[in-house]
Nanobody
């Protein structure tokens, strides 16, 4: 059974940083494109960042370019999202997603709140 477990969310002041982690089990992690999505109240879920495999090329939403960094450690079956210079509009539930052409798995989400 596949499990994706996010951690690292919390409350942070504007301008602060957080590092999200997503630990995967039950799948061949190195084969999957790993994505971070977020969903704010009343809004649709949106792609924040993605990292492919095996080359590890990355894609970012325009709203987070230059502030967020996605990375992966295939030996630890873990994907990370380093979030810097956080803004109140980054407040959302952040979800980890593992994707192949024929499969897609989601974590339960972790809340990130940016507020003073």
């Amino acid at each position: 059974q596949v499990h994706l477990v996010e951690s690292g969310g919390g409350l942070v002041q504007p301008g602060g940083s957080l590092r999200l982690s997503c630990a995967a089990s039950g799948l061949t992690f190195s084969r999957y494109t790993m994505n971070w999505y977020r969903q704010a109240p009343g809004k649709e879920r949106e792609l924040v960042a993605a990292i492919s495999n095996p080359v590890g090329s990355t894609v970012y939403a325009d709203s987070v370019k230059g502030r967020f960094i996605i990375s992966r450690d295939n030996a630890k079956n873990t994907v990370y999202l380093q979030m810097n210079s956080l803004k109140p509009e980054d407040t959302a539930v952040y979800y980890c997603n593992g994707k192949l052409s024929w499969a897609s798995y989601w974590g339960q989400g972790t809340q990130v709140t940016v507020s003073s």
